[in-house]
């Protein structure tokens, strides 16, 4: 996964016993990228059960060599103890930070050929995750609105990232893949393709419904924004997960959830 735009379910109200108070900006210093790294050792390897060769179980940390080279932007919740605010993470990449890493994360997946070739300019979101007690209400719109805000500052025109379903079992996921090869393909000009293809139009019957509920959350919210998905799943085996690779050429967004996701902007 990039494990990049993994969703869980929603699983309570906000434990803080605090109205929020969030605060959206980059990572400043160490502290910073630590308190993320933290919070993605929680979501990841804590909930998900992933690891990777950087990974710091002694110190809680979640981390990989492309961290040093990329932004982070960091969801605050003020309400909270001081040293315990993060409550929200992505990470970004762009092309100076893939140059530095030497490639975009997702390019281990999929051949971004199309994305590099298009002359455009481009921004990767990786390792986004919530606080548990955060999912499905306010706080992911306040990621996002902050995220629009970059986007627009940084005249960014091409966002793309993995998502990630669970389980290394296609036919299991066969409803929403197929939705997704079906309905859901990126425009030719930026569709990437899956390094070790494994085909997502996996049944003809669809049950657009059925597709829908195992569609992870912030899937839907992409696909609502207009976004698409390259050609073929990658299944990662070291990961227990099936991703696609989300890609959302911004002048096409949906004006309508843009303004919603965006602040108006």
């Known amino acids: 996964m990039e494990h990049g735009?993994?969703?869980?379910p929603f699983r309570g109200a906000v434990v803080t016993g605090a109205t929020p108070d969030f605060h959206v900006r980059l990572a400043r210093d160490g502290d910073d990228l630590r308190a993320a790294q933290r919070l993605r050792y929680a979501v990841f390897?804590?909930?998900l059960g992933a690891d990777g060769p950087l990974v710091d179980h002694r110190a809680?940390?979640?981390r990989d060599r492309f961290d040093a080279h990329a932004d982070h932007l960091l969801l605050f919740d003020q309400a909270r103890p001081a040293g315990d605010q993060v409550v929200g993470v992505y990470r970004l990449m762009d092309r100076r930070a893939a140059q530095a890493?030497?490639?975009f994360y997702c390019a281990d997946e999929y051949d971004l050929a199309p994305l590099e070739r298009s002359g455009r300019s481009l921004l990767e979101l990786g390792r986004s995750c919530l606080h548990p007690a955060y999912r499905g209400g306010a706080a992911m719109l306040h990621l996002w609105q902050g995220l629009a805000q970059l986007v627009?500052?940084?005249g960014v025109e091409v966002l793309f990232g993995v998502a990630s379903f669970h389980g290394t079992d296609p036919q299991a996921l066969a409803q929403p893949l197929s939705v997704l090869a079906r309905d859901h393909?990126?425009?030719?000009?930026?569709r990437v393709r899956s390094k070790s293809y494994q085909p997502m139009a996996l049944t003809q019957e669809i049950d657009r419904v059925a597709a829908m509920r195992q569609m992870?959350?912030?899937i839907k919210a992409y696909l609502r924004l207009g976004g698409g998905v390259g050609d073929g799943a990658f299944v990662d085996h070291r990961f227990n997960t099936t991703d696609v690779c989300l890609i959302l050429d911004v002048a096409r967004m949906n004006p309508r959830q843009k303004a919603i996701y965006g602040g108006g902007r």
Do not use: I, M
């Open 5 to 8: 735009f993994v969703w869980q």
């Open 45 to 47: 390897v804590q909930e």
């Open 101 to 103: 890493a030497g490639h």
């Open 185 to 190: 393909l990126a425009p030719e000009a930026l």
């Open 152 to 154: 627009q500052t940084r």
């Open 216 to 218: 992870p959350a912030l």
């Open 60 to 62: 809680r940390l979640e």
